[in-house]
Nanobody, 125 residues
Framework: QVQLVESGGGLEQAGGSLRLSCAAS?????MGWFRQAPGKEREFVAA????????PYADPVKGRFTISRDNAKNTVYLQMNSLKPEDTAVYYC?????????????????????WGQGTQVTVSS
């Protein structure tokens, strides 16, 4: 069982930046970030393939957020720039336990086997 621990959330003003980190206790394959705002369903934000060569993003964050990973450290990052109040949510790190060959699996919650506890991101206007 792999454990995921997120860090880096907090309170930021609109237009500012935050960097989230997620450290895995063991080997993982595709990793992703999801978020859940109050009263809403958990939604896909970004994902990164094992090699880092594939990085799909949700449309609302495209061009503002960047996902990256350091496999030597079993860590994935989410650099969030030009933050907006609508980015306010609990951000969850997720990881898959097997290689994937389906592009749709990057965005699907059910494709991920491990989840972190979440970190709060609040963006004030």
């Amino acid at each position: 069982q792999v454990q995921l621990v997120e860090s880096g959330g907090g309170l930021e003003q609109a237009g500012g930046s935050l960097r989230l980190s997620c450290a895995a206790s063991g080997r993982t394959f595709t990793m992703g970030w999801f978020r859940q705002a109050p009263g809403k369903e958990r939604e896909f934000v970004a994902a990164i393939s094992t090699s880092g060569g594939i990085t799909p993003y949700a449309d609302p964050v495209k061009g503002r957020f960047t996902i990256s990973r350091d496999n030597a450290k079993n860590t994935v990052y989410l650099q969030m720039n030009s933050l907006k109040p609508e980015d306010t949510a609990v951000y969850y790190c997720a990881a898959q336990s097997k290689p994937t060959f389906s592009s749709s699996s990057y965005r699907s919650l059910t494709a991920y086997d491990y989840w972190g506890q979440g970190t709060q991101v609040t963006v004030s206007s």
